[in-house]
């Protein structure tokens, strides 16, 4: 019970906290300073990049860049929610496909456009209340139920559109709100999708810092035992993180259904990992009740700085595959040996 008080989103607070000499100590300050240290390597990186490349340094790039974080964010927003909850979600990257296939077919069968987006954000959250309920009634973990959905989510878009892409070119003329919104730029450099995904970050960044629910995430997946005897509901708090990530991924979907103005039936594959990726490397931890969202998108932005780097530099395909996932392994064994660590502390 006592433990749980003295929590604050992200951190542990101990009464005159005394930093351990050695391996344990410097793991146990690593994790104090990760988003200072994501924030300098980033700082030098670009400046690396911008000294050895001169198209780095340009509008254009500069533009992609924006462009490349804006849905991965929205999604990587969901995916530490529903961690610090003590979960993952495999599913976001299908999901996100469902939701922007109902809203398509919606728009097709001449429904007003913003109520069928809505209608797909809808179906977004409705999956993560199903897997909530289905990962907290029967006790499964959240790996193996999300890992099922992404299945049934891109199977259901196959059964709807027969496995061929839906085409909106011609309807994104009639709603041009629409278009604007996934293609439109403000001041003719900063694109839309960009800045509805600032305010998402700002809003949910300060509702975690702020608000006594989120603190309820954070003990939740910190200490669920301890956050039940304390009184919280856990079990609703963990179906709301559910349904938190899903509805990122639904509007995901409809920022990316306007953008490239149609659905692929393949959209969507892979992101979960690009955000769970972001997320880890961000601080957020694999067992829940610590992260950041401020973390977790510095995660992103450092994720997509490499991968811009790499495409910069002609790195090819494969070798890139394997730089990223080495250096999210080297995250996640960062981030075990932390929790060790932090064990160690307190026993």
Known sequence: MNDVKTMTPGR???????????????LETLSDVREMSLIIIIVLVSI?????????????????????????????????I?????????????????????????IRAGMNPWISALVGILCAIVCGLVMGVIITKLNLSHFIVTLCFMGIARGVVY????GVNISLVSNMKEMPAIAYLGSGYIGGFLPMTFLVFIVLAV????????????????YTGSNEQAAAYSGIKTKRVKIAACMACSTMAGIAGIIY????SGVATSAGIGLEMTALSAAVIGGVSMNGGKGTIAGGLLGLLFIVLIQDAMNLFSVQAFWQDLIRYLIVLLAVILDVLQERARKRKNS
Request: hydrophobic fraction near 50%; include cysteine.
């Open 12 to 26: 542990i607070r101990t009464p005159g906290k005394i930093h351990k000499v050695g391996l344990s100590g410097l």
């Open 48 to 80: 690396l990049l911008a000294f050895t490349n001169d198209y780095f340094a340009t509008w254009a790039n500069a533009k992609t860049l924006l462009g490349s974080i804006s849905i991965n964010g929205i999604l990587t927003i969901g995916m530490i």
């Open 82 to 106: 529903v961690m610090i909850s003590g979960g993952l979600d495999l599913s976001i990257g299908s999901v996100m496909c469902l939701s922007m296939a109902f809203a398509a077919t919606a």
């Open 159 to 162: 059964a709807m559109t027969s």
């Open 203 to 218: 809003i949910t960044e300060l509702y975690a810092r702020k608000s006594a629910n989120m603190r309820k995430v954070y």
């Open 257 to 260: 259904m306007s953008k490239y």
